[in-house]
């Protein structure tokens, strides 16, 4: 947060050296703009002008499910109408040495910010290095229309689904999403990959093998990979629990080459329920079945279908109706210390647990499922950001067994 706070440090000097109370105000109600923007921006790796742009969706955000929400907006706005309503009483700042010492103490500030936020100062990775090689899941498993042996593909990019990096965590995430569960009918394997920025920037990790976000991304000159699979005679389908509009899906996932798109209107009409949630949209854990469905309705075609989840946006509420209240996922010492942490892994625990339910069936038409995450989440609190690899994200394959089978053999011939 250095630099919010050197931008409205500096104007606060300014703002005190004018005697004009509409000047002073104004100056104000900046300061903190700036400041909540910048947060919400470093905290979520948000470029600012996403931010900006997003402003216009929070209409669609439910903020009464997050108390935390709620206490610091009104936190933000008290303090703003006190220094809004006190401001014209500081004095002007008349001499040099008034200046100086203003102008250090903001300096001070800045250093026991950095002091304070240096365990987790890693955590924040908005954009990518110039010369940052380019890394994926899709990458690590080579998957393009040529090499997927079997029938389908299925891609699911898990909202906020980050890398432990301690023993304890570590078992929450394998008893979700560990090998055993799968490997009856499926080849595991699993790693981890680098992340920057964003759920949009990971969406153009995936598919288009670049670090950049979509509003900086030539689209129209692109040919990603959900495209390439459209040419091979893939039928490609993107799927989002949320609004089609928000940060403007609806326009550029057919950009990619996805023929079909289902959002949260589609969804509750093919009989999704609908979750609530600071985010609300449809139930991630109907969309499975959807799949399936969607799979078995079309046994002539090759698919290639995108699932981005939303449920386990941050933050996760404490909510009666969705049985995340009083989560006992593990001790009591830690479900009672990291009460929200303890609700992500249940909803983790709860996704995986309605995949598996679907692509374990006898009748699941033949696919290869690619399940990686975003992000780390973007917990505001240090203490939980830092029980994540603050660098890389989880993926994990399953490969039809049958399918590699039959490819084996082919190319044993």
Not at 90 to 103: E, F, G, Q, R
């Amino acid at each position: 947060m250095a630099f919010p706070m050197a931008v409205c440090g500096v104007a606060a000097v300014a703002i005190c050296h004018s005697e004009n109370v509409w000047i002073r105000r104004a100056g104000i109600v900046f300061c903190f703009l700036t400041s909540v923007m910048m947060y919400i921006a470093i905290s979520f790796n948000l470029n600012p002008t996403t931010v900006v742009a997003s402003v216009g969706f929070a209409r669609e955000l439910d903020l009464r499910q997050s108390p935390e929400y709620l206490m610091a907006v009104g936190t933000i706005l008290v303090a703003m109408v006190l220094a809004i309503k006190f401001a014209p009483q500081v004095p002007k700042l008349s001499t040099l040495d008034h200046k100086i010492m203003a102008l250090a103490t903001v300096a001070l500030l800045i250093l026991v910010d950095g002091a304070a936020t240096a365990g987790a100062r890693g955590s924040y990775k908005m954009t990518a290095p110039a010369d940052a090689p380019i890394d994926s899941a899709m990458i690590r498993n080579e998957l393009t229309p040529s090499t997927v042996s079997a029938r389908n593909l299925v891609v699911i990019l898990v909202e906020s689904l980050g890398q432990p990096n301690n023993p304890h965590d570590q078992a929450l995430f394998d008893k979700a999403w560990g090998k055993a569960r799968w490997s009856s009918r499926y080849e595991v394997t699993g790693g981890t990959s680098t992340y920057y920025g964003s759920t949009t920037n990971a969406e153009l990790r995936e598919w288009c093998s670049v670090w950049k976000d979509f509003e900086s991304f030539d689209f129209d000159n692109a040919h990603c990979l959900p495209a390439q699979f459209k040419d091979a005679g893939f039928h490609t389908t993107s799927i989002h629990t949320f609004t089609g509009d928000f940060f403007e899906r609806q326009t550029w996932h057919p950009k990619l080459g996805f023929q079909d798109q289902l959002f949260m209107p589609e969804l509750l009409g093919l009989d999704a329920h609908k979750c609530g949630g600071v985010f609300p949209g449809a139930c991630d854990t109907d969309i499975p079945s959807i799949i399936g469905d969607k799979l078995r309705s079309l046994p002539d075609r090759r698919n290639l279908i995108y699932w981005l989840t939303l449920n386990s946006h941050l933050p996760v509420a404490e909510d009666s109706d969705a049985h995340t209240d009083n989560c006992r996922l593990a001790d009591q010492n830690w479900n009672e210390q990291f009460p929200m942490l303890c609700r992500s892994y249940l909803l983790q625990q709860r996704l995986a647990d309605s995949i598996m339910k679907e692509v374990m069936r006898p009748d699941f038409p033949e696919a290869d499922i690619l399940i990686v995450g975003d992000h780390m989440p973007p917990f505001f609190q240090r203490a939980l950001r830092n029980r994540y690899d603050a660098e890389h994200v989880p993926w994990i394959m399953l490969r039809n067994r049958r399918a590699l089978d039959r490819s084996r053999q082919g190319a044993a011939l």
